[in-house]
Nanobody, 120 residues
Framework: VQLQASGGGLVQPGGSLRLSCAAS????????MGWYRQAPGKQRELVAA???????NYADSVKGRLAISRDNAKNTVYLQMNSLKPEDTAVYYC???????????????WGQGTQVTVSS
């Protein structure tokens, strides 16, 4: 199982970016999908997460500006990032909790990380 993230880059304050993360490989189902971020010198933190068929959850610092969505047919999770601020600068990692077989438990998988830099 692999997660491939894309969509990071350099954007000015107030700008927008859209991150994508696709899961590939052989598995039975995907439970949670989400995005985390890690800024220099800080711990990795949850940005947003969504359960299949459920409502999304957001960190307080991004509510109203970032929106998570998923396309179950494509095994892909998205993060639409609007009104970006310099403090959003970080490496963003996608995460998926995947059940490899119908009889197995779930495991966490991580994408490779994509850099988001918000600067004028």
């Amino acid at each position: 199982v692999q997660l491939q993230a894309s969509g990071g880059g350099l954007v000015q304050p107030g700008g927008s970016l859209r991150l994508s993360c696709a899961a590939s490989g052989t598995f039975f189902s995907i439970n949670n999908m989400g995005w985390y971020r890690q800024a220099p010198g800080k711990q990795r933190e949850l940005v947003a997460a969504i359960i299949s068929g459920g409502s999304p959850n957001y960190a307080d610092s991004v509510k109203g500006r970032l929106a998570i969505s998923r396309d179950n047919a494509k095994n892909t999770v998205y993060l639409q990032m609007n009104s970006l601020k310099p403090e959003d600068t970080a490496v963003y990692y996608c995460n998926a909790r995947i059940r490899r077989r119908w009889s197995s438990g779930t495991d966490d998988y991580w994408g490779q990380g994509t850099q988001v830099t918000v600067s004028s």
